[in-house]
């Protein structure tokens, strides 16, 4: 194994493990064997976690597959404050030297990031949707710009590590050989002034008794194109229909108040999809949108205009009135 | 209460669609895309109004851009804003999002030095066309102020200038709530609020107010720190994703499309469920 070290945040959601660390994981797994090949020996994987952890999320890290994880714990990193986090993973950064740092872009990855690539003077991609080496070694970072229309290619040529954050849902869990990692404490020492300017005094989390979309393996979505609040509901008992379902909306939808869940808004600002059926309503295929259904499976879409974008990327493609459509083939459902 | 607030101007995201890449020269090309103020930004000046309504003090917005940002600004000046400061300079071209920040601190401390310093600045959270989202942060730790990304909502409690303001900053499954003290940086989501449109008054407001051109003379920084040389990522080859599909007709009556789409559902293996209640 070679010195080179690939960090990966692993996310501490209340002392269990982000999902996202895992997909970030069989990435960086897949990034080691080309890396393997051309420089004859695997870069050191080690998971990086701040803050106290359940003995079971420890253990998930442990055995995940990573060579090493890098527990920081201190007194005053057990709530979240993106100061501190930030600055006590950058000293960890400066002992160890990692090549490269993988984020979530979730909103703790976002923030912690940017302020991580001031602090160690190095260049930050931002909601990556690949990542590669080329044959002469160049660490390519695919980042979307003008919502997802156009995918650029990122190089850190002179500057380590090389940060990146990758939106989650775009690389699958894979399982990889189980390992015993190392655990190596760090304890940052954290100046008392950064310690008080920001102070977390509560979490709201949202009640949600529905499936995440995320998690959906049938999307029922709506945009614009469903034009009121009552027309809404019919995309609800069309989820119904189907197990593991959700409702999606697009940001039009969002801003018009047909729905108040943004955790279901599916695109660039918004969830990364990858159902097995994704029936979009109404909904004219701004890239934004596009680049967070790009995985579906099978994708079905009404609108009423014929040239409609969201025609391009899909499967099926039915000209007409979403919510007609939708009522008719509701009443079809029923004689299921 | 003295707010700074960093714009950006941007082709207009509504029309993105229409963005293509020459197959020729590999550049992109945006002809006929207009360009327009970042939505976010807007959402940030809005933010900047409602405390200055409560609070007082002056509102300056700062963006980097080429010479025909001034359009742009005083869009945002006819929006309330009480002076602008473009950063231009061919110098600054080619910059990341560390270099960009690098330029616009050097800039809010030039306008800090010459009148007041500021309490807060404010930025959309993210441009709709890079869409990073760094620039609060690393704007933030630059300045060695506090700073919060993704927020959503504002609340400013008590009379005269505040020591710290609460914000709500969006996360996957609901908000955090935190206390921020000032001065801050924080960068704002197009939730936090619907930005006002500008009246007619406004706009020949506009053109009397404080309106200064900061070039890289002006600024002196330090010349490793800015432009493409001073930006550690470099952008490679661009592409356009292959997102498309066959895009197969299903036509007829509503009822006739309803059942051929069932039987395309069901012949990729989706089950329907019979009575429906899969969310109850």
């Known amino acids: ?336 | 209460m003295n707010i700074g607030v960093l714009v950006k101007p941007v082709p207009d995201p509504e029309q993105y669609n229409s963005i293509t890449i020459d197959p020729e020269t590999k550049r992109l090309n945006r002809s006929g895309v207009p360009t327009i103020v970042n939505p976010s930004d807007k959402c940030a000046v809005e933010a900047a109004l409602k405390l200055k309504e409560k609070f007082g003090g002056k509102i300056v917005i700062f963006t980097m851009a080429p010479p025909d940002g001034r359009e742009k600004l005083m869009e945002v000046l006819a929006m309330g804003a009480d002076e602008a400061v473009l950063v231009s300079d061919r110098e600054f071209g080619g910059a990341d999002t560390l270099a960009t920040s690098y330029t616009l601190v050097k800039a809010v401390e030039k306008k800090s030095a010459e009148s007041e310093s500021f309490d807060l600045i404010l930025s959309g959270n993210e441009s709709a066309d890079g869409a990073t989202g760094h620039v609060p942060a690393q704007v933030g730790e630059m300045l060695g102020f506090n700073h919060l990304s993704a927020i959503v909502q504002i609340v400013a409690e008590g009379e005269g200038r505040p020591d710290s303001l609460t914000v709500f900053q969006k996360i996957e499954n609901g908000k955090n709530e935190f206390e921020i003290k000032l001065p801050a940086v924080i960068g704002v989501t197009r939730d936090i609020n619907k930005p006002r449109y500008t009246s007619a008054m406004g706009v020949i407001k506009a053109k009397k107010k404080p309106f200064d051109t900061y070039d890289c003379e002006a600024l002196s920084p330090d010349k490793s720190r800015i432009g493409i040389e001073g930006s550690p990522t470099k952008a490679g080859a661009i592409f356009t994703p292959d997102t498309g599909r066959k895009s197969e007709e299903l036509s007829g009556s509503p009822e006739e499309i309803a059942e051929e789409l069932v039987k395309r559902i069901k012949a990729i293996g989706v089950t329907i469920n019979s009575g429906g209640g899969c969310r109850e």
Not at chain 1, 42 to 54: F, H, R, S
Not at chain 1, 151 to 164: K, M
Not at chain 1, 214 to 223: D, K, N, S, V
Request: proline letters at 4%; a negative charge; aromatic letters at 8%.
């Open chain 1, 1 to 336: 194994m070679s010195n080179r070290k690939i960090f990966i945040y692993a996310e501490n959601d209340c002392g269990a493990i982000e999902n996202s660390y895992f997909e970030l994981l069989s990435k960086a797994a897949a990034l080691n064997v080309k890396l393997t090949e051309l420089e004859g020996a695997p870069a050191q994987l080690c998971a990086v976690t701040v803050g106290e952890l359940g003995e079971d999320s420890l253990n998930s890290l442990v055995e995940s597959g990573t060579d090493v994880v890098y527990s920081i714990t201190d007194e005053s990193l057990t709530v979240y404050n993106p100061a501190v986090y930030s600055e006590a993973v950058a000293q960890l950064c400066k002992l160890e030297e990692p090549y490269i740092f993988l984020f979530a872009s979730t909103a703790m990855g976002t923030e912690l990031a940017p302020s991580l690539g001031v602090k160690l003077h190095t260049g930050v991609s931002a909601h990556c949707v690949d990542l590669r080496f080329d044959d002469s070694g160049a660490f390519i970072q695919d980042v979307p710009a003008f919502g997802g229309k156009v995918i650029g290619e990122i190089l850190t040529p002179d500057t380590l590590p090389q940060i990146a954050t990758v939106k989650p849902g775009i690389f699958q869990c894979e399982c990889l050989a189980a390992k015993s990692a190392e655990v190596k404490k760090f304890s940052p020492s954290l100046d008392s002034t950064v310690l008080d300017g920001i102070v977390l005094k509560d979490v709201h989390v949202k009640d949600r008794d529905s499936l995440p979309v995320e998690q959906a393996e049938t999307i029922i979505c709506g945009g614009f194109g469903m034009g009121c609040d009552e027309n809404w509901e019919v995309l609800d008992r069309i989820a119904n229909y189907f197990e593991n379902s959700a409702v999606g909306c697009t940001r039009p939808a969002l801003d018009e108040d047909w729905t108040d869940d943004d955790g279901t808004m599916i695109g660039t600002s918004g969830k990364t999809v990858r159902p097995k059926l994704y029936i979009g309503a109404g909904i004219s295929g701004a890239m934004h949108h596009v680049c967070g259904i790009s995985d579906a499976e099978f994708i079905v879409s009404i609108n009423k205009d014929e040239n409609a974008d969201i025609f391009n990327v899909s499967d099926i493609k039915i000209v007409g009135d979403a919510v007609k459509i939708l009522t008719a083939f509701e009443e079809r459902l029923v004689q299921e």
